[in-house]
């Protein structure tokens, strides 16, 4: 089976720097996603990790650790429409598992 | 513009009705999923096809059924035996199952209220 965990709410400030993680336990790793989804709306990828380190994108970076079982989603120069779901997901074999979202507040 | 659709945007139906949502990609996509998902559970696998005429149930396939007869639709049945249909109902496809390139790519979702 397969467990993933996240923070159920953050909250942060225009302009700031937040760090979203993301622990898991699975049988099996083949890569980790994360999604960002505003509400009622559908996912949109924002990052693949399948080795160890860190992936930038833009203001968004994501980090993988694989023998700790671990990731964070780094999100810098936050704006007001950075507020949204942010799902983290593993892939043990084939299809991805998700995690419940972390919804993040990002207030002026 | 390749993309999912997903039709209708909201659905009512009467409970103990059959309803059916549909799922269209012009991606060139060999893999489509259906999720639900429902406040503060996260998405939760429903049913999955890898290839047409191919469907494999996931993890609450329970009062769902699909078909997939064509490489672009993967349409869901929401049958009156599912106990708790109120949801938002999300249909993703990706190239494959697996590999480094297979990431899933998301349509707009469909929130069935059954009343």
């Known amino acids: 089976g397969q467990n993933i965990d996240q923070p159920t709410e953050m909250t942060a400030t225009e302009g700031a720097i937040v760090q979203i993680n993301c622990t898991y336990q699975?049988?099996?790793?083949?890569?980790l996603f994360w999604y960002q989804q505003h509400a009622g709306e559908a996912p949109t990828f924002l990052s693949y990790n399948v080795l160890d380190g860190l992936e930038e994108k833009g203001r968004f970076s994501s980090f993988l650790s694989r023998s700790k079982g671990y990731s964070y989603l780094l999100l810098k120069e936050l704006q007001m429409k950075d507020s949204a779901s942010y799902l983290c997901a593993v892939r043990g074999s084939y299809i991805p598992t998700f995690g419940r979202g972390t919804s993040l507040i990002v207030h002026p | 513009d390749g993309g999912i659709t997903q039709s209708p945007k909201y659905l009512f139906r009467k409970e103990g009705q059959n309803v059916t949502l549909s799922c269209e990609q012009n991606l060139n996509h060999d893999a489509m999923y259906w999720y639900r998902q429902d406040p503060g559970q996260g998405l939760r696998l429903i049913y999955y096809?890898?290839?047409?005429?191919?469907?494999q149930k996931g993890d609450i396939a329970e009062g769902y059924s699909v078909s997939r007869e064509k490489k672009e639709s993967f349409p869901l049945t929401v049958t009156s035996a599912q106990k708790n249909p109120t949801a938002f109902y999300l249909c993703a496809s990706s190239r494959g199952l697996a590999g480094v390139t297979d990431t899933q790519y998301f349509g707009p979702g469909t929130r069935l209220t059954v009343l």
């Open positions: 096809s890898q290839i047409v005429n191919d469907f």
């Open positions: 699975t049988s099996g790793f083949n890569g």
